[in-house]
């Protein structure tokens, strides 16, 4: 047993708690906490998780998890190791296109550039024609309304009169048109930067700022507001408490820490968001939502 696990297990004795009591406390598997108390880490699902557990392990039994990292960092295992060789991958996957495929993408612009161009003659072209084509025929129909009102000229003038009242009543009869109401701008999530497992999203055109946390399978989610306040961290399960939903309307900023990327799905105000990041590729993410009002 490690000095930290020592100390965790006194302080949940202390408190008067069993295994299976914590475990309703902090959602965590009885097996994952008897790993902390005895220092297998090796058991865990991953090196993030370890330090989330601790953390939720500590909180639970009135510890400071910070104060524990710090005087205990030699024992708790570091997560930059494993995110450090994806994000070398993807950076050689990157620098892998071949250079015929980057000819092909730098002639593809241009030739767009003279589909549009002749497209563009051809449509002149045709208007050119057709705008010809009826000035020809329009004095052939000037002709023949000539002819028709010499024929029947005190017709003409009888009718004429009475078309005059007709179509003045019309008018007044018209009702007038309705103004357009303005069209409400549609909501907008997109992204903003991204470094590695980081990403930054901006939320604009929306009245309210609401996240829902869905988990299809068993993940690990913390969530807090842009001043660093923690809202909420537990472990999602499908199938007893797989979602979390919070209004943070009143916030300018929402940090969320993902353990599970995978079998995490978050929703902004019903959207789904889009990782920007494949979850396959990585696991633990954070997400940054900027409210923009």
């Keep these: 047993m490690t000095e930290l696990g020592n100390l ?25 906490l008897l790993g902390i108390e005895e220092g297998n880490y090796s058991m865990m699902p991953g090196k993030f998780y370890v330090r989330a557990f601790i953390k939720q392990y500590a909180e ?24 450090l060789p994806e994000q070398l991958s993807r950076v050689q996957s ?48 000037t002709d023949k309304g000539q002819t028709s009102f010499e024929e029947t000229e005190e017709f003409a003038d009888d009718s004429g009169e009475e078309d005059t009242g ?3 009543d019309a008018a007044e ?47 690990w989610v913390g969530l807090s507001n842009g001043s660093g306040k923690s809202i909420f961290q537990e472990t999602l399960v499908k199938g007893e408490n797989e979602s979390r939903t919070e209004d943070l309307s009143n916030e300018t900023q929402a940090v969320i820490n993902i353990g599970r990327a995978p079998d995490t799905e978050i929703y902004v105000n019903d959207q789904k968001l889009e990782y920007a990041v494949p979850p396959e590729e990585d696991m633990t993410q954070v997400i940054t939502i900027k409210f923009v009002k």
């Design 173 to 219: 009869e018209e009702p007038a048109e309705e103004e357009a109401e303005p069209e409400t701008p549609a909501q907008e999530l997109t992204v903003s930067s991204n470094s590695g497992s980081n990403t930054v999203y901006e939320l604009k055109n929306a009245d309210q700022f609401v996240i829902k946390i869905v988990s299809l399978g068993q993940t």
């Design 60 to 83: 639970a039994v009135s510890l400071d998890p910070e104060q524990l990292f710090e005087q205990h960092k030699n024992e708790i295992p570091s997560t930059y190791n494993e995110e």
């Design 8 to 32: 965790l297990k006194e302080a949940r004795e202390a408190k008067g708690l069993s295994l299976d009591e914590l475990q309703s406390i902090t959602k965590i598997q009885k097996r994952y």
């Design 166 to 168: 007709e179509e003045e």
């Design 94 to 141: 990157r620098k892998s296109i071949s250079p015929d495929t980057s000819k092909v993408l730098d002639i593809l612009p241009k030739i767009l550039i003279g589909v549009f161009i002749i497209a563009s003659i051809a449509l002149v072209w045709y208007l050119i024609v057709k705008s010809a084509g009826d000035e020809t025929e329009q004095p052939a129909n």
